[in-house]
T-cell receptor, first 113, second 115 residues
Framework: GENVEQHPSTLSVQEGDSAVIKCTYS??????FPWYKQELGKRPQLIIDIRSNVGEKKDQRIAVTLNKTAKHFSLHITETQPEDSAVYFC????????????FGKGTHLIIQP | EAGVAQSPRYKIIEKRQSVAFWCNPI?????LYWYQQILGQGPKLLIQ????????DSQLPKDRFSAERLKGVDSTLKIQPAKLEDSAVYLC?????????????FGSGTQLSVL
């Protein structure tokens, strides 16, 4: 089955700086890569996703890049703000009938004022 | 729109007891998922339903866990008997079910503590 590795486990950045979270996956058939944000005590929510036919996608201050050859994808957050503090999870979906996602272990992003 | 509803919000039981969780997905969503999230880890898929049929239960510990989705709407997840390592947040999620790569909508989860 799919295996998703995520780094770092904790990331602390100064407010206004950029943050980068990286993930690798094992199944070359994987074709969909979403990122979920989970604030303390709340449910995970989708913030951005990318499909295997695209190398990069951007939504305001958030961008995701995908390198299918190397089997890794990254989340980039620019001009970080206090409300960006949360745990971020990357995930991968392998092709086939089942739609369930395999999640990474999460990155706790801390925005320092 | 109404979100994914789950109950109870918290549950504390002793090991070897049984427990059940309930989930009501977003209206019209054909696909329903149960995830287990252990503290400090990402959600792990336990079971996926498409309408009232099971699509994937490969990671469900079937000797103690069971789930059903009668009539293709609400779902219940049961653990019997519970073990200490079952302490986790159990998240229910739903999606439209039209194909891969759909947005998952998560419920608030049930936090289970097994003592």
């Amino acid at each position: 089955g799919e295996n998703v590795e995520q780094h770092p486990s904790t990331l602390s950045v100064q407010e206004g700086d950029s943050a980068v979270i990286k993930c690798t996956y094992s199944d070359s058939a994987s074709n969909y890569f979403p990122w979920y944000k989970q604030e303390l005590g709340k449910r995970p929510q989708l913030i951005i996703d990318i499909r295997s036919n695209v190398g990069e996608k951007k939504d305001q201050r958030i961008a995701v890049t995908l390198n299918k050859t190397a089997k890794h994808f990254s989340l980039h957050i620019t001009e970080t703000q206090p409300e960006d503090s949360a745990v971020y999870f990357c995930a991968a979906h392998s092709g086939g009938g089942a739609d369930g996602l395999t999640f990474g272990k999460g990155t706790h992003l801390i925005i320092q004022p | 729109e109404a979100g994914v509803a789950q109950s109870p919000r918290y549950k504390i039981i002793e090991k070897r007891q049984s427990v059940a969780f309930w989930c009501n997905p977003i209206s019209g969503h054909a696909t329903l998922y149960w995830y287990q999230q252990i503290l400090g880890q990402g959600p792990k898929l336990l079971i996926q339903f498409q309408n009232n049929g099971v699509v994937d239960d490969s990671q469900l510990p079937k000797d103690r866990f069971s789930a059903e989705r009668l009539k293709g709407v609400d779902s219940t997840l049961k653990i019997q008997p519970a073990k200490l390592e079952d302490s986790a947040v159990y998240l229910c999620a739903s999606s439209l079910g039209g194909g891969y790569g759909e947005k998952l909508f998560f419920g608030s989860g049930t936090q289970l503590s097994v003592l």
